[in-house]
């Protein structure tokens, strides 16, 4: 449904997008994580057909984003990460303006606009003006625009910023909706966990480049190798210490407070449970081994954290 290859955009001598390429399937939810300033908003305004890449293609549907603009703007629904409102239109007058811009008739735009409305929570509010609406309102009231046309590709970015976690959730469910009904959304988000639950697949980009991609459950994985053992001991620190340096799979031993060591580990979970076995036979006074559940936002961390680029 999305094929980008090779996509690139520079700024003068500055890469902001390096050589992005990903697939997407047709009626997958897939998330962009990056830190500020990574290259997901380049990215997304050149899907929107916003920007022109310096070189790559993208191609929406079977339209190329550089060749047939028109086709792809009609096979997409952007909500770029800043937006504007018409301040002195009111909510329902603003979707309808939008519908006229996409050439829909007043008798559809009539039936039309109260089922937007009702998806995206803002019925009550219909006649209210947008100047009055929260910021969470204008969010929703954004991605009802964006979906005016019936586009079959969502395309936003950061839809969840500057939202309170209410707001936040009420977004998330919205756009589980949304997956529902079938459309492929590519969302962005600097928080990985917020975009963990939603999305089937996900892309890590760090200045400019995808650094890791695939399911959540492969991007952790990748830091699996690299995961964090506690082990507090009665005792014998220094023989612990040594112990556990002895094991090839053991790096970056620590000692703790409160008589403990952590270390990084990269067996297995057989070979992890042999360690455990090992330390006992040997008498070592263990009172604990804990391997530390990695959350997602410290596999994101990982991830990002001193990949060298240039
Ligand atoms: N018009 C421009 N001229 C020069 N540099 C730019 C321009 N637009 C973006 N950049 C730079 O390109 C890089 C990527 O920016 P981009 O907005 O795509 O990041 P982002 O991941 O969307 O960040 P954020 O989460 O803060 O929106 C940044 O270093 C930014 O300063």
């Known amino acids: 449904m999305i094929e980008i290859n090779g996509l690139t955009k520079k700024y003068g001598s500055f890469t902001a997008l390096d050589s992005l390429t990903i697939n997407i399937d047709r009626g997958i939810v897939f998330g962009v994580v990056g830190h500020n300033g990574a290259g997901k908003s380049t990215a997304f305004s050149i899907l929107a057909t916003l920007l022109s890449p310096t070189s790559g293609t993208a191609v929406i549907n079977g339209a190329s984003v550089t060749h047939e603009p028109e086709k792809v703007r009609k096979q997409i629904g952007y909500m770029p990460d800043f937006f504007g409102v018409y301040d002195h239109l009111r909510v329902n007058e603003y979707l309808d303006f939008y519908g006229a811009s996409y050439s829909i008739s007043t008798k559809d735009r009539e039936k039309l606009i109260p089922q937007l409305l009702d998806l995206v929570n803002l019925t009550e509010k219909q006649n209210s003006y ?124 620590i000692k703790l407070e409160n008589n403990s060591i952590q270390f ?47």
Do not use: W
């Not at 969840?160 to 492929?184: C, F, W």
């Not at 990084?264 to 040997?282: F, P, R, T, V």
């Not at 961390?301 to 060298?308: A, F, H, S």
């Open 264 to 310: 990084q580990y990269s067996g297995n979970e057989e070979a992890q449970m042999k360690l455990l076995k090992k330390a006992i036979l040997a008498d070592l006074p263990i009172l604990g081994f804990k391997p530390l559940d990695s959350n997602l936002e410290d596999v994101f961390m990982e991830i990002t954290k001193g990949v060298d680029l240039n």
């Open 130 to 253: 947008v100047d009055v609406l929260s910021r969470g309102m204008k969010q929703r009231l954004c991605l009802a625009r964006s979906l005016i046309h019936d586009p079959e590709v969502l395309i936003l970015d950061e839809p969840a910023s500057g939202l309170d976690p209410r707001a936040r959730v009420e977004m998330r469910e919205i756009l589980k909706e949304l997956k529902n009904m079938g459309k492929t959304i590519l969302i962005s988000s600097h928080i990985l966990p917020e975009l963990s639950e939603m999305c089937d697949q996900i892309g890590v980009i760090n200045k400019g480049k995808l650094v890791a991609h695939g399911s959540v459950a492969d991007i952790q994985q990748q830091l699996q190798a690299d995961k964090v053992i506690v082990v507090a001991f009665h005792g014998q620190m220094d023989r612990a210490v040594s112990f556990f340096e002895d094991d090839p799979s053991v790096s970056k031993i």
